[in-house]
């Protein structure tokens, strides 16, 4: 089983990246997934999730209104669209999805499956 992130890289402050996690191994149509982040000398911090039916989405206070994570199952893949975006927003980002059933999480322990990562910078 396998989670790959992709799409960060370097933008310029109020500009806008898509990160997409792409699932390999089994399907996640039925799990909830997530986005959690870490910046350098911080603790990960949840970013954003949805549950498995795409209906229900949550996020940080940090990102509501900027952020969109969104999903397609037939891909069994997750996107954050990521707007507006501000130098505070610069860390890696992991995608992470629960087991079967699994309800949306803001804690990185209700999470079964995580991603190798991928860099954010946001240069201001």
């Known amino acids: 089983v396998q989670l790959q992130a992709s799409g960060g890289g370097l933008v310029q402050a109020g500009g806008s990246l898509r990160l997409s996690c792409a699932a390999s191994?089994?399907?996640?149509?039925?799990?909830?997934m997530g986005w959690f982040r870490q910046a350098p000398g911080k603790e990960r911090e949840f970013v954003a999730a949805i549950a498995w039916s795409g209906y229900s989405t949550y996020y940080a206070d940090s990102v509501k209104g900027r952020f969109t994570i969104s999903r397609e199952n037939a891909k069994n893949s997750i996107y954050l669209q990521m707007n507006s975006l501000k130098a505070d927003d610069t860390a890696v980002y992991y995608c992470?999805?629960?087991?079967?059933?699994?309800?949306?999480?803001?804690?990185?322990?209700?999470?079964?499956?995580w991603g190798q990562g991928t860099l954010v910078t946001v240069s201001s």
């Open positions: 191994g089994r399907s996640f149509r039925n799990s909830a």
């Open positions: 992470a999805a629960t087991g079967v059933w699994g309800l949306p999480s803001r804690l990185s322990s209700g999470y079964d499956y």
